[in-house]
């Protein structure tokens, strides 16, 4: 049987699929982008699925780049066109595609290129998956109560594959870490991980690196971008300036499992900056005291600091908060709920399951305040 028959035949199936929020567009060229394990292979092959039940849609033809078979017979040495044009498919879905594999596109209705960093082409409209927000995680969740859910959360992480596996996450992080990082990719995101959240700059990341690995400033550098690219890594800018950007990783559970380094304090705060990337809410961060968004209010990652003690800084800190305009300060918790004024700034605690919910449903429109370091 040809390949490209063998294909279009036999396309992958996928089971207990989970509906996530962001989905692919039903028309127009589509570029489907985001992290290693974000779940976008299986958002592809559930669109598959769903297309090949639906009336009056041609069937689409589904290639997996990174199938071996592909190894031995290229695509550029495949009648692809042809094929196109003989089996009249309006489809084509690219999925693993890395900018350059093809010098031009096929010639058909309509593409779904999947890749993790965003292609140049034009005419694609962009998609980004991110990996699960706490919402989507409850999906994947059965059963239990929001404390149970909860413990998962912190952890099974937000990649789909750990989120499914609950108790043995644990397994499924270190074959996710094998097969999906080069050897040189390990070491530095080992790096990475011992250090997430904390201000770094990418020679401090160079630095380190060599201190433990033979390994290129070359690769270090080419490498930090490609994971920012990639929506692996974020720096955040400061308001301080002088205090450098702050690091996080993609996935807190993901970079607890890579080092026993990662606190509880590291891994909460984790958590609540990568719920505001989710939530396309502009921020940066205030110096170590938490995070601000653009509408002035100061988010403070506190999981189990008492209500006494967090008024006692709050009252240290009010002459920061005043010099930076803040109106309102959200403090995250683990389970605590409080409100107190000082003066005329209100402060609430809130459980993180709860604010993460409620700060979905008020998110502003996309944009983040992220950057290149």
Known sequence: MDLLEYYHDNPPQIEHFIVRKTSIPSSGNVNLYGARGSGKTSLALDYVDQTLKTQNVSKPLYIDLEDPNLILNTLDSLPLQGYIDEQEIDELILDHYEEGMMETFPRVKRIVVISRIPIQTSGFTPVQLFPLDYEEFLAFETGGTSTTGFNYFLKSGTLPAMARQGKHATLQMKQFFQQQF??????????????????????????????????????????????????????????????????????????????????????????????????????????????????????????????????????KKFTLFKKYGIRKVTIITVASSYAYTIENLNFEAIPFYEWTIMHQEEREEPSLEVSSV
Do not use: C
């Open 182 to 315: 080069t050897p040189n990719e390990q070491a530095l995101i080992l790096i990475l991980a011992r250090y997430n959240t904390q201000p770094m700059t990418i020679h401090q990341i160079y630095t380190f690196t060599k201190e433990h690995f033979k390994i290129s400033k070359d690769f270090v550098y080419r490498a930090v971008k490609q994971f920012i690219d990639e929506g692996l890594l974020y720096f955040i800018d400061n308001v301080d300036k002088r205090s450098g950007k702050k690091m996080i990783l993609y996935d807190f559970a993901f970079a607890k499992y890579l080092t026993v380094h990662q606190p509880f304090g590291s891994q909460f705060d984790s958590m609540v900056a990568l719920t505001l990337l989710k939530h396309s809410v502009p921020f940066r961060t205030l110096g170590l005291h938490g995070y601000l968004s653009l509408n002035d209010e100061l988010i403070i990652p506190a999981p189990f600091e008492s209500e006494e003690i967090i008024w006692l800084k709050s009252h």
